[in-house]
């Protein structure tokens, strides 16, 4: 009898570790440290547990938004700000702008996880993005 | 001016007999909330000094002696016990199963005659081995057959609402039992205090009243909620001493000064969540061995039989198919304080929000819309152990094992990077782990360990999707929030094989859902023509055969609906290979 509650045991403890699931979470922020006011667009954005949807987000100077998605696995993190958004509009102060796509390979581009500050403890991924006075000196007027 | 004086002094008499004789239920504002989230509150149970129940047979038959030495007019009555109060010690998780599957043992695992100093969520005995099950008290009618189980008879007890032979026989015997409670309750020291905080033993008979109010739970993405805070805008000046209570000749007298006083305006913030009815929860009233129950309704109301003195409110986290336990061998509870009054609770943070969203989604599962698909009900009819961890992690199944009463069933861990997760995660993590059960309870224990790792949990995956998404929508509906009416859980897996796990693939998922990832994500990712199946087709007709991959696609083959071809079928597999 001992036996069988040992195999038992043991057996138990051999499936239940095969099903264990982890998690990874991946947060982006979107800083705005410039002096002027924000608005981003984003077409097409995957917002975590969203339909894919246009959305749009207002940054007052100094403001900031996170969000954060998790992911099934031990060392998964999200790569991909936005989810597969296709592009996105940075606004300033409703009249300058800066467009980026999901495959620019501008530095800055917003939607490229290579633009953000990175930073990892464990499962748990950090991704910030500043958005500056010179990102307003580089963007072009709404036409 | 005396007939007026006649006529007020009348009036207040009227007033005062009126108001005295008021026998209605005792209510309060509804508006009275009490918020759940006192950190003091949770963790273990402390009990107080040992108390004197009222409803003791031996105080009851010495109250009956003491009214028949005081009044000769007093019936003669053969007091008998109604109830026994007992306890139980399981030997193991057999025993306790057995136990609470009996529908008329209504279980706590802590004494019912003990002052409570720490409200808690769990007790354990402390004179017991710290993993043994606790004692488990309750009380049994008399005639009930005890199960052989260890147990001990603590006392008899007799409740004169439950005595049926001598109950509504005449109008002289229900005053009499009334009495008799009565003089028990005093014999016994348990009168109320009056306002000076003394035991008003020559008061009258408090009324009868019905324990009753809301229990809801906050949730992360349903609603939105407007929170005010008072805050300074700017000084005012004026002179001071202008006030009205003053003539206005004084004022003009008086030296002007110039005084300044703080004008504050309100600050609304509205934040997305709000509190929702917690549904099918059970709700006990108890006072002593007196215990009454309800199960919320949709708006999280409830209602009890009612109780003449103050109640101790709770929650039991159990319904007759699932139990919450508190770690491994605990159960879980919410503790309200001893009142006479509604019972109107927000519950928000600490496990007791884990506590109240893993109900909710074993709530879905076991008994609210499902979506038709098989219930995870275990068929050797015991409950499904769903095991609260505080700590980091996400959820287990240990398969089917309960007969053994050596695993639990379910285990979920609340917390993430140090902080509890948010609810819509923990209903997920639930409704994941019982879509393990109901598939492993509908192809039998053994085949469900033959299926690959791929097979269960892209079911499970598909089933925390749809179950959590239709809560959602469902009381985003209700309650509004955009965040919970457009909510897509996990994003459908549609990132797929990129950022998602491989055995935790869409292809259920895929059968289901209008989305086609491919011309969203791009060529590495299914081309997910087909949509259309329901969570319940794919349950009954397709899950019981798919072993592998191979065998999923052949039976999605032998099963298509309208309008999906083979080829589809073939495109939609063709990453996983």
């Not at chain 2, 009930?144 to 005595?163: M, R």
């Not at chain 2, 109950?167 to 009499?176: A, D, E, H, I, R």
């Not at chain 2, 929702?276 to 708006?299: C, G, K, M, Y």
């Not at chain 2, 639930?430 to 097979?455: M, V």
Request: hydrophobic share 35%; aromatic share 14%; proline share 4%.
């Amino acid at each position: 009898m001992k036996k069988f509650i040992l195999l038992i045991v043991v057996v138990g403890s051999l499936i239940s570790s095969c099903i264990r699931e982890f998690e990874t979470r991946t947060d982006f922020t979107i800083k705005n440290v410039s002096t002027h006011n924000v608005k981003l667009i984003v077409f097409d954005a995957g917002m975590p547990n969203q339909n894919i949807k246009d959305t749009s987000f207002l940054l007052p100077p100094n403001s900031e938004i996170i969000y954060y998605y998790i992911l099934d696995g031990e060392d998964a993190p999200y790569n991909s700000p936005f989810g597969p958004a296709d592009s996105i509009y940075i606004v300033f102060d409703d009249n300058l702008r800066i467009i980026y796509r999901r495959d620019d390979l501008n530095p800055r581009n917003i939607l490229d996880i290579n633009s953000y500050d990175s930073e990892q403890v464990d499962s748990w991924y950090k991704y910030q993005y500043f958005i500056t006075d010179e990102d307003y000196e580089n963007a072009e007027n709404i036409e | 001016m005396k007939k007026f004086k006649f006529l007020i002094r009348v009036t207040l008499l009227f007033t005062i007999v009126l108001t005295s004789c008021e026998k209605e239920d005792f209510n309060l504002d509804d508006t009275e909330r009490q918020e759940s989230f006192v950190e003091t509150s949770e963790g273990l149970i402390v009990l107080g000094k040992q108390l004197e129940d009222p409803y003791a047979l031996k105080n009851m038959k010495q109250a009956y002696s003491n009214l028949k030495s005081g009044s000769l007019k007093t019936p003669d009555v053969d007091i008998q016990p109604t109830h026994t109060y007992m306890r139980f010690l399981p030997n193991n998780e057999e025993e306790w199963g057995m136990l609470k599957s009996d529908t008329i043992l209504v279980l706590y695992d802590f004494p019912l005659d003990y002052e409570i100093k720490n409200l808690g969520t769990y007790y354990h005995d402390s004179s017991l081995p710290e993993n043994a099950i606790t004692w488990q008290y309750c009380v049994v009618p008399i005639g009930y057959n005890i199960p052989s189980i260890q147990h001990e008879l603590l006392y008899e007890v007799y409740i004169p609402d439950d005595d049926n032979a001598n109950l509504k026989s005449s109008p002289v015997m229900n005053q009499f039992l009334i009495d008799l409670e009565y003089e028990s309750v005093k014999l016994t020291g348990n009168l109320p205090e009056n306002e000076n905080g003394l035991k008003n033993t020559k008061g009258l008979l408090p009324s009868k009243w019905t324990p009753k109010g809301t229990i809801k739970v906050w949730d992360n993405l349903i609603g939105s909620t407007t929170t005010s805070r008072q805050v300074f805008d700017h000084w005012e000046y004026y002179n001071c001493g202008e006030d009205d209570e003053y003539p206005m000749e004084q004022k003009t007298i008086a030296p002007i000064e110039q005084c300044k006083r703080a004008v504050y305006r309100y600050e609304y913030t509205t934040t997305q969540g709000s509190y929702i009815p917690l549904i099918q929860t059970s709700v006990h009233a108890r006072w002593f061995t007196h215990i009454e129950r309800d199960l919320t309704d949709a708006n999280g109301y409830f209602e009890t039989c009612q109780f003449r003195y103050k109640v101790n409110y709770a929650i039991k986290w159990e319904r007759g198919h699932y139990d919450i336990r508190n770690g491994m061998i605990l159960q879980a509870w919410y503790n309200g304080t001893k009142k006479r009054g509604n019972w109107n609770l927000n519950i928000k943070g600490g496990e007791s929000i884990m506590y109240a969203t893993m109900h909710r989604a074993a709530y879905k599962h076991f008994y609210g819309n499902n979506l038709g698909i098989r219930r995870p009900i275990l068929i050797d009819g015991s409950k499904t152990k769903i095991c609260y961890r505080d700590g980091e992690g996400t959820g287990v199944f240990w398969g089917d094992w309960s007969s053994s009463g050596i695993f639990p069933d379910i285990q979920v861990w609340g917390k993430e990077n140090g902080s509890y997760k948010p609810t819509n995660q923990i209903f997920g993590t639930t409704a994941h782990e019982l879509g393990h059960q109901s598939h492993s309870q509908y192809i039998g224990n053994i085949q469900f360990w033959q299926t690959s790792k791929t097979i269960y949990e892209s079911w499970a995956t598909a089933v925390e999707w749809a179950l959590t998404n239709d809560e959602y929508h469902t009381m985003g509906a209700r309650f509004g929030g955009a965040a919970a009416i457009d909510y897509n859980h996990e994003a459908g897996k549609q990132s797929w094989p990129i950022f998602v796990t491989w055995e935790y693939s869409p292809i259920f998922i895929d059968l289901i859902d209008n989305v086609n990832q491919r011309t969203i994500w791009g060529a590495n990712r299914p081309n997910d023509l087909i949509t259309g199946y329901t969570l319940s087709y794919i349950n009954y007709n397709i899950l019981r055969n798919s072993y592998g991959l191979s065998s999923l696609r052949n039976e999605i083959k032998n099963h298509k609906i309208s309008g999906v071809t083979d080829a589809d079928v073939d495109e939609l597999f063709a990453l996983y290979w």
